[in-house]
């Protein structure tokens, strides 16, 4: 289903600012795949997803989707095939717009735009419906400014926007990582539901090694730009956060230096 081979990428190259931030990341996921990706901090997790997102053009190597080759697809152009949901609520929805005006426009993402704007009845009535599964009663304040909702409820309808079409491939960065522990693990479980119900195949980066663990069917460990670890379902049931330490440390020749990691 998804295909990265050999992705590189340096930024601020030939400066004293040059970081090799990929280097030669392959991997694949198969028809409904969750994959999350945990790694200390530069890493290149974030890096890898945009990549794959195509926020930036990759130095060398190749992407697919659906055998698809998208490696010189633009951002927007990917759009029709990959749904995101990014670590700071702010970013996945418009403030000054309203809930129905934010799902409209996710709703309409890659078809064509005339000039009226009117949200129709069925498009209505799909929102209410949508909204109704994140059980935060949102379907009865769709003209409620996004601006307005908490962390939690603007991280909920992001992740509702960016998986209405039912996208080939969603990417989650870190997306409860801004929000308090009891918040989290709702947001958290509204993602695997909503997964679990659209079929999705999924990419999650992730600091939290607990949460790695418990969600998806495997986890694929990054150090230094490149992927060193990927670690299937069989072997993932039997692990504690403590194994996963001691692979990290076998694989890389290094220690885990993130807090987060180490906290979580």
């Known amino acids: 289903m998804l295909k990265a ?4 990428k340096t930024f601020s190259p030939g400066t004293v600012n040059e970081k090799f931030a990929l280097n030669g990341v392959s991997l694949q996921l ?12 530069g890493a290149g997790k974030s890096t890898l997803l945009n990549a794959i997102a195509g926020v930036f053009p990759i130095d060398s190597g190749d992407i697919f989707i659906d055998s698809k080759d998208v490696t010189k697809y633009p951002e927007h152009k990917r759009s029709q095939f990959i749904g995101r949901v990014f670590q700071d609520p702010i970013m996945g929805t418009a403030s000054s717009m309203t809930i129905e005006e934010n ?4 709703h309409r993402r890659g078809k064509p735009r005339g000039l009226g704007w009117g949200i129709t009845n069925d498009e209505r009535a799909l929102f209410i419906d949508h909204l109704k599964i994140l059980g935060l009663g949102l379907e009865n304040r769709l003209t409620s400014k996004t601006g307005l909702l908490s962390g939690g409820q603007r991280q909920a309808l992001t992740l509702l926007m960016a998986t209405i079409l039912k996208p080939r491939l969603l990417l989650l960065d870190e997306h409860t990582a801004a929000l308090d522990p009891k918040t989290a693990q709702t947001v958290l479980d509204l993602t695997e539901r909503i997964i679990s119900e659209n079929q999705l195949t999924v990419i999650m980066v992730t600091h939290n090694m607990k949460d790695a663990l418990k969600t998806g069917n495997r986890i694929a460990m990054m150090h230094e730009g490149d992927i060193i670890l ?3 379902s069989d072997e993932k049931k039997s692990l504690h956060v403590s194994d996963l330490l001691e692979m990290f440390e ?12 180490l906290l979580s």
């Open 250 to 261: 076998k694989a890389s020749g290094d220690q885990i230096s993130s807090d987060r990691m």
């Open 103 to 106: 799902l409209a426009m996710a």
């Open 230 to 232: 990927d670690i299937g």
């Open 30 to 41: 198969a028809e409904r795949d969750f994959i999350t990706v945990i790694g200390g901090n």
């Open 5 to 8: 081979n050999n992705l590189r």
